[in-house]
């Protein structure tokens, strides 16, 4: 079964600093883009960040260019968003998704297997 998990979320301060974790299984990262995507409460999905599957090649949403930091352990099966100075309104729940399509690059051009998302709540 291909499965993505998520982990890593929690509350936080602003400006404090988080580091999501998605990690795979039943399948290898190595020929996949990954996505982060968030959804806040009320709000729609949106893409936060992308990494091509050699890691070469990354983008960001305006909202976090600065910010967020995509990187991926292909030896780890897994994939990391470090986020720095958080703010309010980064709270949502954070969830990767893999383009299987193979052609590992962004952006994704199909979203085949999703976790089940981490929570992150920027709050004092």
């Known amino acids: 079964q291909l499965q993505l998990v998520e982990s890593g979320g929690g509350l936080v301060q602003p400006g404090g600093s988080l580091r999501l974790s998605c990690a795979a299984s039943?399948?290898?990262?190595?020929?996949?883009?990954i996505g982060w995507f968030r959804q806040a409460p009320g709000k729609e999905r949106e893409g936060v960040s992308c990494?091509?599957?050699?890691?070469?090649?990354?983008n960001y949403a305006d909202s976090v260019k600065g910010r967020f930091t995509i990187s991926r352990d292909n030896a780890k099966n897994t994939v990391y968003l470090q986020m720095n100075s958080l703010k309010p309104e980064d709270t949502a729940l954070y969830s990767c998704?893999?383009?299987?399509?193979?052609?590992?690059?962004?952006?994704?051009?199909?979203?085949?297997?999703w976790g089940q998302g981490t929570l992150v709540t920027v709050s004092s």
């Open positions: 998704a893999a383009d299987l399509t193979g052609w590992g690059t962004c952006p994704l051009r199909a979203l085949d297997v």
């Open positions: 039943g399948f290898t990262l190595d020929y996949y883009a």
């Open positions: 990494i091509s599957s050699s890691g070469g090649s990354t």
